[in-house]
């Protein structure tokens, strides 16, 4: 990496609502669809603000080729591992922010599965005046490619809306290949290991296709909206622990302000995902 340095980059971005339509339609939670000028739901900004690369600018896994923004780390896996977002002021939909994103820092370590690399990067979103709305820090991973057992079958029937109501406080989640194909549109993300299965499967060793971690982060705070209407989230503290893959059971929880994404091994396997969220007290005004 003795070529690349850390830079900022700032742009000016519409909040768009053609994908914060597409993720509601993806979602079909009963829900209301969040229309132009309506605050934007937690988390939502990974959809609203979509940035599709040039094709000329893609590696082989389907991202943006290292060694521009972020940099030029030489481990094929990419694993969006978790962050934290703070909510200063809702973010409407429609408008034009200003994003100021950089790299905080690469860290080289050796885990149980080899040698792996973590790169932070930070994000401010502000109004076109100046006011701050939301701060965020992202956890990229990137490791060596893993020994698959046996690949999963390729072929899934739909299953329809993703979310079902199993108790008070959980819901069942579903996904089949044509939900993270629609995923990966909505959030402007070609990364193969998402819709390619011979790729995911046989050049990184996944068992099948990857749900994607912001998708595992957004159902769990989605439960929020469900549950828990009016509510306003001032911090929330995401962390992929684990991979979940295409069609596996998984079931969203609930429980006094922690909530878990959990896979096939149930709760006793700890979850995939989990989310930590602090509330704004009621009343409290926007920024």
């Not at 900004?45 to 060694?67: F, K, Q, T």
């Not at 694993?79 to 409407?92: I, R, S, Y």
Request: glycine residues 10%.
């Amino acid at each position: 990496m003795e070529q690349w340095a850390p830079h900022t980059v700032t742009t000016r971005e519409l909040v768009d609502p053609a994908p914060v339509a597409a993720l509601a339609a993806l979602f079909d939670d009963g829900l209301p669809a969040p229309l132009p000028g309506d605050d934007l739901p937690p988390l939502w900004h990974w959809v609203a603000l979509p940035r599709w690369p040039v094709s000329s600018e893609l590696g082989n896994d389907g991202h943006p080729a290292r060694g521009t923004f972020l940099p030029p780390v030489d481990l094929p896996r990419r694993m969006f591992a978790g962050g934290e977002v703070t909510f200063h002021a809702p973010l409407k939909i429609g408008a034009t922010v200003r994003r100021e994103s950089t790299v905080d820092s690469v860290t080289e370590k050796s885990g149980r599965s080899g040698r792996l690399v973590i790169v932070v990067v930070r994000t401010r979103l502000s109004t076109e005046d100046g006011a701050l709305c939301v701060e965020e820090r992202q956890d990229l991973i990137y490791r060596d490619r893993g020994t698959s057992a046996e690949p999963k079958p390729a072929d899934f029937d739909p299953v329809g809306a993703p979310f079902r109501r199993a108790e008070a406080g959980t819901w069942d989640f579903a996904t089949d290949p044509t939900l993270l194909m629609r995923f990966s549109a909505a959030t402007a993300n070609p990364h193969r290991i998402h819709y390619d299965w011979p790729y995911a499967t046989r050049a990184e060793g996944y068992p099948g296709l990857v749900v994607h971690g912001p998708l595992m982060s957004l159902a769990l705070a989605e439960t929020l909206r469900l549950d828990h209407p009016g509510a306003r989230v001032k911090r929330l503290s995401h962390r992929n622990n684990a991979p979940l893959f295409c069609g596996e059971p998984a079931q969203l929880r609930a429980e006094a302000g922690q909530l878990g994404l959990f896979g096939p091994g149930g709760v006793p396997a700890g979850p995939r995902t989990s989310l930590e969220v602090e509330l704004y007290e009621e009343g409290t005004p926007h920024a």
